[in-house]
């Protein structure tokens, strides 16, 4: 890669177990886009739960909120569509990493990306049982071993699934968050919409900390990248895709969310979306946005899986398929491990997890400046975008070294 020509375009080729005769590049826009939309944490989870939540602190100003924090997620957002214009790359933010910086500082960055991302699969199973679903269900106790232990395994197999199977899952997964997101945003703004959401209430340091907070929840969205090997056109596809995707979603989050500024005590429900359904609509769908919010955060998790096999395949050459039941074997045992105290499994690796992931976007960033320069040379939007960017991986390390809250 550090050898190619400066002036040209750079696509690697996809893994040579993804490759079908006649089809190498098997990914097309829907497909992308489906997995962008469960990317980005994803936006059920974003909308009923996380950024209700991050936000709460500067509450009246929700609608201004949400906008501020997607204007700072802009600076990362835009740094990877301007990447992913130049290479795609199995490897992702490493194959961008490699080019400016070599191979040392890309395998780094690797590593540093794998640890957060592997501890995220390992742990998140035991979020999702027994914070989630009690909140929903409080008779789930029963059941708590049996999907702590079943979950991965069925990530497992959609992982292992035929092509069109993987796809067809994300597809579901996408539709019904998005679908819910819909109808959770309606609800809220047939309730309320209030212009003053959007309007600065309070303390600007509260506004600034729950914008940058909030911002932060968006990082998942570069997960995408990592498909450059498989995606027709990706030059083309993942640079639009990333764009709409998280223009999409974002969008959507601020419809659902904004509203609750007129009804503050929904922020500070255990799942605000849930209890808004709840309130505003039914129990029925309720129920629904609960469910959806579990769903959303193990479509994350799928991802995840998913970009993890083809970073470590770019990095090792070993096959996808290899390394994507080596993968699962880990996912598949931290189940029963996780039963001795799974809170404190969870929060034992919550930290670390963080740390490495803002550390491994830090070193992206910082050497965006050089990536930019091989493929054509430094603009002043690129010093821009790097020390924004740089800003929001340095907040995200601070907030996750510190703990700090809105």
Known sequence: MTGAPVDRLVAEPPPASLEEPGSPRWIGLPGFLAFGFISIGGPLALAAQLAPTSVVDAGASAGLVLLLAGAAFGFPLLIWVRCSRQMAT????????????????????????TVSYL???LYTTASIVYDTLPALWPGVSTYQPLLETTIPVALVLAVAASRRVLLAVIGVIAVLQLGLVGILAGVSMGHDAPAGSFAVHG???DLASASGHTSLLFVCASLPLFLGGEVRAPLRTIPRGLLVTSGVAVAAIVLAVFPLAANPAFLRAEMPGVSQ????SSRGLGLAVGAGVALS????????????????????????????????????????????DPHAFYESMLKPSLVALWLSQLVVFV????????????RPSDV????GATAFAGYGLYVALTGATT
């Open 384 to 387: 821009v975008l790097a020390a």
């Open 119 to 121: 501890l995220y699969l």
């Open 297 to 340: 955060v193990a479509g994350v998790m799928l991802a995840e899986y998913v970009a993890t096999t083809r970073l470590l395949h770019a990095v090792s050459g070993l096959s996808v398929q290899r390394l994507g039941w080596g993968l699962g074997a880990l996912v598949v045992l931290a189940g029963p491990v996780s039963l001795l």
């Open 203 to 205: 303390g600007y340091g």
């Open 367 to 378: 050497v965006y400046p050089r990536f930019a320069a091989r493929f054509g040379g430094i």
């Open 90 to 113: 199995p490897g992702g933010l490493y194959g961008f990493t490699k080019a400016a910086a070599g191979p040392k500082v890309a395998l780094a960055q690797a590593t540093l990306w």
């Open 277 to 280: 359904a709840d309130v505003l």
